[in-house]
């Protein structure tokens, strides 16, 4: 979770970079992902924290876009609802049974991931560079 002097100092940082002194983030579209249910940040206030005092960057210049509907997961409500205690830290018992029931006990990693490439040829990959 961003802390709000954390976001000041990168606003700070891109106007610097940027030459733009009296902008916002250096004039730059920027676009914030996140989970309102993360840990906040250590020390400080999140961005959009209501106890944040006067009007900061985040509260200028975003208007939250709230996504409630999983899409991966929207015709497995149960399942849904399970990862969403995991995320919470508050998995039951029988939680933990369906998570491994789930879990492939002995495999022959070589085979599975000849299966994997099969089933997923015509997915979308991601590439972290």
């Not at 709000?4 to 920027?30: E, S």
């Not at 929207?74 to 879990?103: H, K, M, Q, Y």
Request: glycine share 6%; with cysteine; hydrophobic share 45%.
């Amino acid at each position: 979770m961003l802390s709000t002097r954390v976001f000041d100092q990168i606003n700070a940082r891109l106007n610097q970079i940027m030459g733009t002194p009296d902008g916002y983030l250096g004039n730059l579209a920027v676009c914030l992902v996140g989970d309102f249910a993360q840990l906040p940040p250590v020390c400080g206030l999140a961005i959009f924290d209501s106890r944040f005092h006067g009007v900061g960057i985040f509260q200028k210049l975003f208007r939250p876009i709230l996504l409630t509907i999983s899409q991966r997961q929207r015709n497995d409500e149960e399942f849904a609802l399970l990862l969403n205690r995991a995320r919470l830290g508050a998995l039951t018992p029988e939680d933990v049974i369906a998570l491994n029931s789930r879990c492939l006990q002995s495999f022959r990693r070589k085979t599975l991931l000849q299966e994997l490439a099969d089933e997923f040829s015509e997915a979308t990959h991601l590439f972290p560079l």
